[in-house]
């Protein structure tokens, strides 16, 4: 009989994770998950999780108390481990009442993305059967420019509160795995998209993929600026999948992947494209201010360029599905 394998998600609703979720369960009968989140499951997530919910406990809690990891610790066996919990919406969160920067409207946010990462990483430390630790970074790390395709190893051009907090777990996740001998790995993400991805209030981006495809299925018109502007976009199924290949495989050669498309698109070929699922989609060119969809095509490099992804194609066989098949099945969803 197979062993039994159980994953433990925190961040476990939100649009990643709750791919990884699902993705996870998917892969094999005996495994279960543990999904931990601020909040309990809405339902929309409930219906997400239907096919598999007899194998998925959901635990609400904050990652930042000591005493909710005590509690996951005595009731769960935990094989694997994805550490996902995170406040996107740090920088928005800084405007005080006058409008005016100010960090104590951010200080929640902080403690959740470090002192919240430290919390998990002091749990993963005592867990004797934990086979893989993962942290979630991001692709802000790489700025506003950079290199193309943007590197695994070296480069990183940190500036604003987020990266900063991604980085410091990226860090923290690296000296865990050194000095207590964790099986631990960092992941960054390029722009995600995909079913689940709603306002939660932690999540502070609308992807372009979903502002084209939930309107040009509603037959509005789209209004945009700078057609030529670019990104890397990867579906969040796509990223589920990467990270269960990340947490099988039997051998990691390095200590931080990038999960992308590995390509950019302009917005005027996500245009086209949106354009040939949905033949009745209109759009038209507008000036930045007025525009629903304003991008800026001076960013072309760091966060918004392609990233490198052939650490993954390596260690594990993964690729992404193209852009076009990945969109179909965005629209089908939506």
Same mark, same amino acid.
């Given at each position: 009989? !197979?062993?039994?394998?159980?994953? $433990?998600? /925190?961040?476990?609703?939100?649009?990643?994770?709750?791919?990884?979720?699902? +993705?996870?369960?998917?892969?094999?009968?005996?495994?279960?998950?543990?999904?931990?989140?601020?909040?309990?499951?809405?339902?929309?997530?409930? @219906?997400?999780?239907?096919?598999?919910?007899?194998?998925?406990?959901?635990?609400?809690?904050? #990652?930042?108390? =000591?005493?909710?990891? &005590?509690?996951?610790?005595?009731?769960?066996?935990?094989?694997? @481990?994805?550490?996902?919990?995170?406040?996107?919406?740090?920088?928005?969160?800084?405007?005080?009442?006058?409008?005016?920067?100010?960090?104590?409207?951010?200080?929640? +946010?902080?403690?959740?993305?470090?002192?919240?990462?430290?919390? @998990?990483?002091?749990?993963?430390?005592?867990?004797?059967?934990?086979?893989?630790?993962?942290? #979630?970074?991001?692709?802000?790390?790489?700025?506003?420019?950079?290199?193309?395709?943007? =590197?695994?190893?070296?480069?990183?051009?940190?500036?604003?509160?987020? =990266?900063?907090?991604?980085?410091?777990?990226?860090?923290?996740?690296?000296?865990?795995?050194?000095?207590?001998?964790?099986?631990?790995?960092?992941?960054?993400?390029?722009?995600?998209?995909?079913?689940?991805?709603?306002?939660?209030?932690?999540?502070?981006?609308?992807?372009?993929?979903?502002?084209?495809?939930?309107?040009?299925?509603?037959?509005? %018109?789209?209004?945009?600026?700078? $057609?030529? !502007?670019?990104?890397?976009?990867?579906?969040?199924?796509?990223?589920?999948? @990467?990270?269960?290949?990340?947490?099988?495989?039997?051998?990691?050669?390095?200590?931080?992947?990038?999960?992308?498309?590995?390509?950019?698109?302009?917005?005027? &070929?996500?245009? %086209? $494209? /949106?354009?040939?699922?949905?033949?009745?989609?209109?759009?038209?060119?507008?000036? /930045?201010?007025?525009?629903?969809?304003?991008?800026?095509?001076?960013?072309?490099?760091?966060?918004?360029? !392609?990233?490198? #992804?052939?650490?993954?194609?390596?260690?594990?066989?993964?690729? =992404?599905?193209?852009?076009?098949?990945?969109?179909?099945?965005?629209?089908?969803?939506?």
């Amino acid at each position: 009989m !197979a062993e039994e394998k159980t994953l $433990l998600v /925190t961040g476990a609703t939100g649009l990643v994770m709750s791919h990884l979720g699902k +993705a996870w369960l998917e892969a094999a009968p005996n495994h279960y998950a543990v999904a931990v989140d601020l909040n309990p499951p809405d339902k929309v997530v409930e @219906a997400f999780f239907h096919p598999v919910a007899e194998r998925l406990t959901f635990k609400c809690g904050d #990652i930042r108390a =000591p005493g909710l990891w &005590q509690e996951i610790e005595n009731e769960f066996r935990v094989t694997h @481990a994805v550490h996902g919990a995170t406040v996107t919406s740090i920088n928005r969160l800084t405007l005080g009442a006058d409008c005016e920067a100010d960090l104590t409207g951010a200080l929640p +946010a902080l403690d959740t993305n470090m002192m919240g990462t430290a919390q @998990a990483l002091a749990w993963a430390t005592r867990q004797k059967e934990l086979r893989r630790f993962i942290t #979630i970074s991001s692709g802000s790390v790489y700025g506003e420019e950079g290199p193309s395709p943007l =590197p695994e190893d070296g480069y990183v051009d940190i500036e604003g509160l987020y =990266p900063i907090t991604k980085y410091l777990g990226e860090l923290l996740t690296r000296q865990c795995a050194a000095q207590f001998d964790l099986n631990a790995v960092s992941v960054r993400l390029s722009g995600v998209y995909g079913p689940l991805d709603r306002d939660t209030g932690a999540r502070a981006v609308t992807p372009v993929p979903f502002t084209l495809l939930r309107n040009a299925l509603d037959d509005r %018109e789209v209004s945009v600026s700078g $057609l030529e !502007a670019v990104g890397d976009y990867i579906h969040a199924g796509d990223v589920g999948e @990467a990270l269960v290949a990340l947490l099988h495989a039997p051998q990691l050669r390095h200590d931080c992947y990038n999960i992308a498309q590995g390509e950019t698109w302009t917005l005027r &070929q996500l245009l %086209e $494209l /949106t354009g040939e699922l949905v033949p009745n989609f209109r759009w038209r060119d507008a000036e /930045t201010g007025s525009a629903m969809l304003p991008c800026d095509p001076s960013l072309t490099g760091g966060r918004w360029g !392609a990233y490198e #992804i052939s650490r993954l194609k390596d260690d594990c066989g993964w690729q =992404p599905r193209s852009l076009p098949e990945a969109f179909k099945a965005y629209l089908s969803w939506l």
